[in-house]
Every structure is written in C-alpha cells, then in structure tokens.
C-alpha cells in the first residue's frame, strides 16, 4: 500500500489537537457561568469540527458538531451537565483517535 503523504500533517494536527485538551476541559467547566468561556468553547468546537473533518477524523469531527450545536441551540447557557457530557466525548474522540494503517 502507498505511504499516505498526508500522513505527517494529520499527526501534527492530532497532536495539536490532543495539546488543547486541558483548554477543552477548562472551558467547558467555566463556560456555563462564563460568557467569554462558553464563546471560546465555541470557537474551539466549530474549529476541531472543521478541521476533524479536513483531516480525516469523522469522529471527532462528529463530536465537535454536537458539542458545537449544543451551545448554538441552547438560549443563554446551556445546561452545565450537557455542556460536560459533550466535551468529555469530544475529548475521548479525540484521545482515541488514530492514524490510519498505510
């Protein structure tokens, strides 16, 4: 099989990505009180959900659109258990993310 040329930036992003975890975690717990904090958590979300995607990882692309759309939905702050469960899989899509076999 072809060595996937893409190969070293999609580890580049995952390691980027897996880097942002504690800002993911820190603003979904200040984010229900935090105006800025849930601004940001937006941000970040619609971001990994972009860019999951361009690099190929449906799943964490998927469970940044749901976390994305959680706050997007929500009039005022989402609920904070809400706000929690979705990061918290968005975080676990992004630790078990893989590169795929070349």
């Known amino acids: 099989m ?3 040329p893409f190969r070293p930036l999609r580890l580049e992003y995952l390691e980027g990505a897996r880097g942002r ?3 993911l975690r820190a ?3 200040a ?3 935090d105006g800025a904090a849930l601004a940001a958590l937006r941000r970040l979300a619609h ?3 972009g860019s999951g995607g361009f690099y190929g990882f449906a799943a964490i692309t998927a469970a940044a659109a749901a976390l994305e759309d959680l706050i ?3 009039e005022g702050a989402p609920p ?3 706000l929690t469960q979705a990061a918290a899989k968005l975080a676990e899509a992004i630790s078990s993310a893989r590169l795929p076999d070349t």
Do not use: V
């Open 47 to 49: 971001n990994l959900r």
């Open 2 to 4: 072809a060595e996937d």
């Open 27 to 29: 603003l979904a717990a």
């Open 72 to 74: 997007l939905g929500a």
């Open 21 to 23: 975890l504690p800002e």
């Open 80 to 82: 904070a258990a809400g």
């Open 31 to 33: 984010a229900p009180a």
